[in-house]
């Protein structure tokens, strides 16, 4: 009675010929159309549209009915904006070492202006459920542009933790390699940078049943990168004590982070990479384990480095195969960036290099097996030492101290080389 009555979207027709009468259609065209349905119904499919279901039964015989024009609407906007999970409006950067895709400053989106939040379809209460979650996301972050406090210097100091919410968790599984999780989290203000050097390491913290649980990671996100910071890491048990922290924080969790050492690399545009006041041409990189992040962090760093330098008025000088790195680990399983380097190498041959080694290899491995020696140092990064060389170290502990030993016998003088243990 209410949609009847009291809005008029209903009408009462006594018989077809009413229905006729009322709606415009002739009344054969009706009847035949009535008796296509019903044959439909019988045969349990229309040919003429596929359709299998049919919910009620309509005879030319009946009597009293309640018709409505039914009329095509805008219901729901399957497609719009591409936003990140901070609610902002991305755009596409070709040609980039890392990532497709950059926030447009100071532009936020929510709702269905927006498109692929929901996945190829949609559920019912999706498009009220979108406005208020990223509504308040997009309200949340557009107010944390006014941020200013770290603003210049950056939002992580060595001196002191720092809170930080969680973003997002991605699994990375297909982009960087087996049991690998993307976790990035929000810096306080939207277009704040971290204030970290290339090289520089961070530790998170967290307390988890009583315990105060703390790791330490090198991030994957570039230092310039605005509101954000990544860091990649094993969510199994080889990932240390931290990942029960990790597995528990849900977006919107807070954990304290601090900027610790690390090499603090400097990439001067028209002039090159220094690190403490001497360039740097080659590298060589020792990972074990899941040692390798850092490794990623300046490899990338230095390909968007060459990508730039390609298109200054005053380029720098590059020498050719300038990344070489030796990655060891147990087993293939504990290889968890292997995907990542592999496409490194496919994109970049002629500047980046790797030779994986395994001390427990499986059937049909080709690569390198047993334990990195001198005379894999020899062959597979710079040799012999040189001034423009800078060897970069990072594992598990007795890993760090038995390869600067192989360096020291290879005639490497400390300047030439740094593990990542001398600053945890």
């Known amino acids: 009675d209410f949609y009847k009555d009291r809005l008029g979207l209903f009408s009462v027709a006594t018989d077809l010929a009413d229905i006729a009468s009322i709606t ?61 999970a901070a609610a902002e409006v991305q755009e596409i950067i070709p040609g980039k070492v890392v990532g497709s895709h950059r926030h447009i400053r100071r532009l936020f989106a929510a709702g269905e202006v927006t498109g692929g939040v929901h996945g190829n379809n949609r559920l019912g209460g999706n498009s009220l459920l979108e406005c208020v979650v990223f509504g308040r996301i997009a309200g949340f972050r557009a107010a944390a542009l ?75 996100t570039r230092p310039d990168d605005e509101g954000v910071i990544g860091i990649l890491c094993r969510p199994d048990y080889k990932g240390g004590p931290i990942v029960k922290l990790l597995q528990y924080i849900r977006p919107g969790s807070y954990i304290e982070m601090k900027a610790m050492g690390g090499l603090k690399l400097e990439f001067l545009p028209s002039q090159g990479v220094f690190w403490k006041g001497r360039r740097i041409r080659k590298f060589g990189f020792l990972a074990g384990g899941t040692g390798v992040s850092p490794m990623l962090q300046i490899s990338r760093e230095y390909l968007n480095f060459l990508n730039m330098n390609k298109a200054s008025k005053e380029p720098v000088d590059v020498q050719p195969n300038a990344l070489n790195m030796l990655y060891a680990a147990e087993e293939e399983n504990d290889l968890a960036f292997l995907k990542a380097l592999e496409n490194l190498e496919s994109d970049y041959p002629l500047d980046f290099k790797f030779y994986p080694l395994l001390n427990q290899p499986p059937m049909g491995w080709t690569e390198g097996i047993g334990f990195v020696t001198e005379t894999h140092i020899k062959a597979h990064l710079p040799y012999p030492p040189c001034d423009d060389q800078l060897f970069v170290i990072c594992g598990p502990q007795i890993f760090e101290s038995i390869m600067c030993k192989h360096l020291q016998s290879l005639g490497y003088s400390q300047e030439w080389y740094y593990a990542y243990s001398k600053d945890v």
């Not at 810096?187 to 530790?203: D, E, M, P, R, Y």
């Open 146 to 220: 006014n941020q200013r406090e770290g603003f210049d210097s950056g939002c992580l100091k060595e001196e002191e933790w720092t809170l930080v919410d969680l973003r997002e968790v991605r699994n990375t599984d297909d982009k960087y390699g087996r049991n690998t999780r993307e976790y990035r989290f929000n810096l306080n203000g939207s277009l704040q940078k971290t204030g970290l050097k290339v090289g520089q390491f961070i530790a998170i913290r967290g307390e988890m049943d009583g315990e105060m649980l703390t790791g330490y990671y090198s991030p994957i």
């Open 24 to 84: 415009g259609c002739p009344l054969n065209t009706l009847m035949k159309t009535i008796n296509e349905y019903a044959d439909a119904e019988q045969q349990g499919i229309c040919k003429k549209t596929r359709k299998v279901v049919f919910p009620s039964s309509i005879s030319v015989n009946d009597r009293e009915f309640l018709i409505a024009r039914v009329t095509p609407s805008i219901h729901y906007c399957m497609g719009g904006l591409n936003i990140n």
